[in-house]
């Protein structure tokens, strides 16, 4: 196997007396299968939002990581037949992809802190060894995979997932589809964490959203959400503005979401010490025959707001 894979394992298990064979040393002796130093000789890469559940078949599964390991499995189906490069990926074969699955508050891991199943694990790969995981979950079992984990961070192979632009969305598309938006909504959520403005919902939005149904419409969703927190507008002919009674300011708008349906939105900057905040607040999602209520209570509230001031 490369030496970075058997570095963890040599020194975990083997006190070091084992010894990597001359050919392994050699410079040539490397493939990569995708583009990204994501995809390196040896990685960990986590996977924050990952839920475990407990399967019809007594076992455990998470479903966002399943998605996420299909993703990549697909990139490489699509790789290989494209360069035509013999490849194998198995139990001891040039590409090892493990999925350690757990993904829990208490962290437990089960079957998977045995060392010698760890062991195993960890040295059946020639040349590539990607490693799924929830990290915090892993380092709270105080099992090897803590180890595991701080040593990946230490010799800069640790990644999150979201780093990559396939598998941001491919996590996205999983929340979204298990009906887990509850996750996507935090301002530290993959969608919002690096956008231009804070964007924060109303309880209204959140429950309009839940109603949603339709995986489409709420992928729809979604997408403007993170559009409009990273600066973009709609063009200046293109934009509604709702106005009521005396209310301009801060300025309410609405865009067509998708078929009847609006989203409702203004912005405000908040004052945090010596800086100033933009703020995006989303306050609902609706048909458009509830935009006259809507812009009543928002006019009520920008009153009242205007008062305390």
Same mark, same amino acid.
Not at 69 to 77: E, Q, R
Not at 184 to 194: A, E, M
Not at 229 to 235: C, D, I, L
Not at 246 to 253: A, H, R, T, V
């Given at each position: 196997?490369?030496p970075?894979?058997?570095l963890? $394992?040599?020194?975990?298990? @083997?006190?070091r007396?084992i010894?990597?064979?001359p050919?392994?040393?050699?410079?040539?002796? +490397?493939?990569?299968?995708?583009?990204?130093?994501?995809?390196? !000789?040896? !990685?960990?890469?986590?996977?924050? @939002?990952?839920?475990?559940?407990?399967?019809?078949?007594?076992s455990?599964?998470?479903?966002?990581?399943a998605?996420?390991?299909?993703?990549?499995?697909?990139?490489?189906?699509?790789e290989?037949?494209?360069?035509?490069?013999?490849?194998?990926?198995?139990?001891?074969?040039?590409?090892?992809? #493990?999925?350690?699955? +757990?993904?829990?508050?208490r962290g437990?891991?089960?079957f998977?802190?045995?060392l010698?199943?760890?062991?195993?694990?960890?040295?059946?790969? /020639?040349?590539?060894?990607?490693?799924?995981?929830?990290?915090?979950?892993?380092?709270?079992?105080?099992?090897?995979?803590?180890?595991?984990?701080?040593?990946? *961070?230490?010799?800069k192979?640790?990644?999150n997932a979201?780093?990559d632009?396939?598998?941001?969305?491919? #996590?996205?598309?999983?929340?979204?589809?298990?009906?887990?938006?509850?996750v996507?909504? *935090?301002?530290?959520?993959?969608?919002?964490?690096?956008? /231009?403005w804070?964007?924060?919902?109303?309880?209204?939005? /959140?429950?309009?959203?839940? /109603?949603?149904?339709?995986?489409?419409?709420?992928?729809?969703?979604?997408?403007?959400l993170?559009?409009l927190?990273?600066?973009?507008?709609?063009?200046r002919?293109? +934009?509604?503005? #709702?106005?009521?009674n005396?209310?301009?300011?801060?300025?309410?708008?609405q @865009?067509k979401? !998708?078929?009847?349906?609006?989203?409702?939105?203004?912005?405000?900057?908040?004052?945090?010490?010596?800086?100033?905040?933009?703020?995006?607040?989303v306050?609902?999602?609706?048909?458009?025959?509830?935009? $006259?209520?809507?812009?009543?209570?928002?006019?009520?509230?920008? +009153?009242?707001?205007?008062?305390s001031?």
């Open positions: 196997m490369h970075s894979i058997s963890f $394992p040599n020194t975990e298990f @083997y006190g007396q010894f990597d064979a050919n392994v040393k050699e410079t040539g002796y +490397r493939r990569r299968f995708l583009k990204g130093n994501m995809f390196g !000789s040896c !990685s960990f890469i986590n996977i924050a @939002y990952g839920k475990e559940e407990f399967g019809e078949l007594q455990f599964n998470s479903t966002v990581e998605a996420v390991v299909a993703d990549i499995v697909g990139s490489l189906f699509k290989i037949n494209g360069t035509r490069t013999k490849t194998s990926i198995g139990g001891e074969e040039d590409l090892i992809i #493990i999925s350690t699955v +757990r993904s829990d508050e437990l891991v089960g998977f802190s045995n010698q199943r760890a062991n195993v694990a960890l040295t059946r790969a /020639r040349y590539c060894l990607w490693i799924f995981g929830n990290e915090a979950t892993l380092v709270k079992s105080g099992s090897i995979w803590k180890k595991i984990v701080n040593d990946a *961070k230490e010799r192979c640790f990644y979201e780093e632009e396939s598998l941001a969305q491919t #996590i996205t598309d999983s929340l979204i589809e298990l009906d887990q938006l509850d996507l909504l *935090k301002t530290d959520s993959s969608l919002f964490r690096n956008a /231009r804070m964007a924060c919902f109303s309880d209204d939005f /959140r429950r309009s959203v839940e /109603r949603v149904r339709n995986v489409r419409i709420r992928k729809e969703v979604l997408s403007l993170a559009k927190s990273n600066g973009w507008r709609q063009s002919n293109k +934009r509604s503005l #709702i106005v009521h005396w209310i301009s300011s801060p300025l309410s708008e @865009y979401v !998708s078929g009847q349906l609006n989203m409702v939105w203004t912005v405000d900057n908040l004052q945090e010490n010596s800086f100033y905040i933009q703020v995006l607040k306050w609902d999602i609706l048909p458009s025959s509830g935009i $006259p209520k809507l812009a009543m209570s928002l006019d009520t509230f920008f +009153r009242i707001i205007q008062r001031r």
